[in-house]
């Protein structure tokens, strides 16, 4: 029997989604518009990196290639390789929204074909009567922020009043989420976990994906930080996942990061924590040494999204790119017979976009192991694919979408 590891590069879109304009993302391309940033000098100038972007991992399992079957160009100033040894190819996204929980559950087999719910961009973000309801179960003084904002950005601007006045700061985005920043210290961590499960419980009507939990620390904005223990809570998948069917035949998924938390911890036996992306390979492989025949370890590496798309941070997200590329050897060397590696992401953030949301995009898929035949895979029309290939691949029975393309 054989193990499976799904590694999803959060936010590593690779352009040329067909309904882009549907999502006014016509044009975004996250690869594409980082690697033509690097090799302009753009962050030469700026003294923060050096040189065009460079992938040779990646690239070796057909990146490049990939990015030119999804958006019709090789990235600007990559070297190509004359040579690919992975499978390879690109996916779309038939689900509905442009969001961590859309993109994931697709993977596995199960995609949103229900519109989510959303907060308004105008004026207050969330409803007077739900604040209100809030408050009075959290006993709360009231809150700060109540409106679409990025992470950051909102605790520089609310953090001191926070402090001071006990508030917790409520935000939004264009995802279907409702976002909880509180300090750890003056507000307390375990106070902000209940009172962000106090939040899910009254939005369930209101077809909200996921209650963000925020925690930061620091004492003035210029010190202000957020800290590893957020945590998401996420409705459950509409319907069974590829978890869920691993756990039905006796398997195990260990979940690496916040995978747990998207998946509402369905079809999760062992959820292993991390702060940051470095950290997280150290945890991911930690679990390919735990995983036994048949298991799977899934693993959302956060950061490319959370600290360089949203804050559209174009070098700080070429430099995380290759630093995760540094280290895939020590994924290949613990490999053995019969494995799969499986490399993707749920959505695009380009950091060179207008805003600081996802934007609707292709996907890559990389995949490699012991006796896997590279060739191109094509344009995939659903993401599902992902996780039929690695049912088929552990052999449990097979989901309702995608197909397997081993």
Known sequence: MARAFLFVLDSFGVGGA????????????TLGHIAQFCASG??????????????PNMSSLGLLHIARMASGEFPAGMAVPERVFGLHGAATEVSRGK??????????GAPVMFDWGYFPNEDDAFPKDLIEEICEEAKLPGILGNCHASGTDIIQRHGVEHIRSGKPIF?????????????ENHFGLQRLLDL?????KRLDALNIGRVIARPFVGETPATFERTGNRRDFSVPPAQDTLLDRLIAAERKVLAVGKVGDIFAHRGVSQVMKANGNNALMDRTLEAIDQAADGDLVFTNFVDFDMLYGHRRDVAGYAAALEEFD???????????PGDLLVMTADHGCDPTWRGTDHTRERVPVMALGPGIRAR?????????????????????PAGKYGRSFL
């Open 99 to 108: 969001d961590t929980p859309s993109g994931h559950w697709e993977i596995a």
């Open 376 to 396: 191109d895979i094509g344009i995939r029309q659903t993401y599902a694919d992902i996780g039929e290939t690695i049912a088929a691949h552990l052999r449990i």
């Open 171 to 183: 935000y939004t985005s264009t995802d279907s989420v409702f976002q909880v920043a509180a300090h």
């Open 196 to 200: 962000s499960q106090i939040v899910r």
């Open 42 to 55: 753009a962050a030469d100038r700026q003294g923060l990196r050096d040189g065009p972007l460079k992938l």
């Open 326 to 336: 540094r280290r895939l050897p020590e994924v290949h060397a613990r490999m053995k």
């Open 18 to 29: 067909p309904d882009a304009a549907k999502y006014n993302d016509e044009g975004s391309n």
